[in-house]
């Protein structure tokens, strides 16, 4: 489907990543806290946007490689299938630990949630390994297949954001901000990227 490999495990997989705790997620429960839906869906958009800058970015370095060393893209989708299982495992066999504290100022949670994620340079790497694993070299689209992902990417991220936020709002502050919980859905989604490593490695 427009030169992505596997579109239905893409989507699945893109689906775990969400439910990863990590500041994104804090920022977003903290906004609403404060500003209500409105406060929660400002944060959204900050974060969504922060997230496609940093998803054209590792676009970028993922499409010069393409055009210029196909050869050793295939080595790429290599590594992202062994990067994948090694980051589940390390978030299987992380302790726990208390929540990271994001203060978050009324009326900024835009430019807030943008700067944060932004901030995190650890998603550009993330991206440059997870966005070769979905690419078929051979039926590869050019820009219209990075722009069905990153169109993917943000459609997903609005509606997991959208739907925390309204939790927070209504039901699940304390639930989503606990600890526990947090470590728990981290264990689950590192199990859910091994075998999402594993598979695809398997699949090539």
């Known amino acids: 489907m427009f030169g992505i490999f596997d579109y239905g495990a893409f989507v699945l997989a893109f689906i775990v990543l969400l439910f ?5 997620n804090l920022a977003i429960i903290t906004s609403t806290t404060k500003g209500g ?8 958009l900050g ?20 055009m210029a060393y196909p050869t050793a893209f295939n080595a790429v989708q290599w590594l992202g299938a062994g990067y994948l299982a090694w980051l589940g495992f390390k978030m299987i066999t992380a302790k726990p630990g208390a ?51 990153a169109l993917t990417v943000a459609v997903l991220a609005f509606i997991y954001c959208f739907s925390v936020v309204l939790l927070t709002h209504f039901l699940a502050e304390r639930l989503r901000a606990s600890p526990l919980v947090s ?17 695809l490695a398997l699949s090539r």
């Open 20 to 24: 990863i705790p990590g500041p994104g």
């Open 99 to 149: 929540p990271a504290i994001i203060q978050i100022k009324p009326h900024h949670y835009f430019q807030q949630a943008l700067t944060i994620t932004v901030l995190n340079p650890k998603a550009i790497v993330f991206y440059m390994a997870f966005l070769p694993l979905f690419i078929d070299p051979a039926a590869h689209r050019g820009w219209l297949t990075f722009g069905v992902m």
């Open 183 to 199: 470590s728990a859905l981290q264990k689950f989604a590192g199990v859910c990227l091994v075998g999402f490593g594993l598979k």
């Open 37 to 44: 839906i409105l406060g929660g869906l400002a944060a959204t």
């Open 47 to 66: 974060l969504m946007l922060g997230d496609q800058v940093l998803l054209w970015l590792a676009v970028a370095g993922v499409a010069a490689l393409l």
